[in-house]
Nanobody, 123 residues
């Protein structure tokens, strides 16, 4: 079992930045692909970014490419999402997930999920 706890969300103005963290416990994340997803009110959960086990390969949704950066520190069992130039449409609950598939895997192939952290971007 892997427990995931997200942190770092909050309220920020458009154009601002936030850094989300996802701390894992119970098992090392080194054997897992790690992903970030988000869900806005009334919308389905959508993929944001994913990173492979070594951190050498990343994959992003087109909507965040060039603005968000996913990274991981396997020694600290933590994954990060640096979000720059935030837009109101980035407002959502952001979830961290761990899976044993590939960086392009859909949400249903992720095995473990955190509870989420709210990100609100004001215009």
């Amino acid at each position: 079992q892997v427990q995931l706890v997200e942190s770092g969300g909050g309220l920020v103005q458009a154009g601002g930045s936030l850094r989300l963290s996802c701390a894992a416990s119970g098992r090392t994340i080194i054997t897992y692909v790690m992903g970030w997803f988000r869900q806005a009110p009334g919308k389905e959960r959508e993929f944001v970014a994913a990173i492979n086990r070594s951190g050498g390969s990343t994959f992003y949704a087109d909507s965040v490419k060039g603005r968000f950066t996913i990274s991981r520190n396997n020694a600290k069992n933590t994954v990060y999402l640096q979000m720059n130039n935030l837009k109101p449409e980035d407002t959502a609950v952001y979830y961290c997930a761990a899976g044993r598939s590939v960086v392009t895997a859909p949400p249903n192939l992720y095995d473990y999920w955190g509870q989420g952290t709210q990100v609100t971007v004001s215009s």
